[in-house]
């Protein structure tokens, strides 16, 4: 069974810009999560979506959007990006979401604001 | 408000020592507990979980239990090896105010040394 596939892995760029980040959970899956990983404030939670509805969120100002496609597979957006935004940012998907249940993550996408 | 402390870094040790990575929650209402470990250049990975109380969690020769009354979810393993080197995040999952997310805590770097 595949993972979670994230993409891209690196990039790179700079203060102004947008960037799309993509997530691909495992199949079967329903919720995507999205956490941002920084050696300053650690992982912190961004939102998740089931069924391309968003259920839970954050507290990240609204640059940062996210979505979920009938097929699960999601994409985060950041607009206007800030030197504060370097970070990993982490996909993670469950089956449905509940508390017992375990989080997949994905290898992360490595984002550097210049 | 809800939240997971764990241990300072980064622990050192020899291999075959004892480990224990300290973890204590707050929490409203009963959440389930994690273990995740993320090796350098990966995404997270669950280590082990316990969903209620005095439920034991094992994997790899990891334990940990979850004591209701100390609010704590410690990380031990009896004898570890360099493979074990790595960042260990303690967590917990809790249905709150209509939400479940993942809160983590800020991790706690274990280095192995032969």
């Known amino acids: 069974k595949a993972g979670v596939t994230q993409t891209p892995r690196y990039l790179i760029k700079t203060r102004g810009q947008q960037v799309t980040l993509s997530c691909s959970p495992i199949s079967g899956h329903r919720s995507v999560s999205w956490y941002q990983q920084t050696p300053g404030q650690g992982l912190q939670f961004l939102f998740e979506?089931?069924?391309?509805?968003?259920?839970n969120k954050g507290n990240f100002p609204g640059r940062f959007s996210g979505r979920q496609f009938s097929n699960s597979r999601s994409e985060m957006n950041v607009s206007t990006l800030e030197l504060g935004d370097s970070a990993l940012y982490l996909c993670?998907?469950?089956?449905?979401?509940?508390?017992?249940?375990?989080?997949?993550f994905g290898e992360g996408s490595r984002l550097t604001v210049l | 408000g809800n939240s997971v402390t764990q241990m300072e870094g980064p622990v050192t040790l020899s291999e075959e020592a004892f480990l224990t990575i300290n973890c204590t929650y707050t929490a409203t209402g009963y959440p389930s507990l994690f273990w995740y470990v993320q090796y350098p250049g990966e995404g997270l990975q669950l280590l082990l979980k316990a969903t209620k109380a005095d439920d034991k969690g094992s994997n790899k020769g990891f334990e940990a239990t979850y004591r209701k009354e100390t609010t704590s979810f410690h990380l031990e393993k009896g004898s570890v090896q360099v493979s074990d080197s790595a960042v260990y995040f303690c967590a917990l999952r809790v249905f709150s105010g209509g939400y479940n997310k993942l809160i983590f805590g800020a991790g706690t770097r274990l280095a192995v040394h032969p």
């Open positions: 979506y089931f069924s391309e509805t968003q259920r």
């Open positions: 993670a998907s469950s089956v449905s979401g509940e508390v017992t249940g375990e989080l997949f």
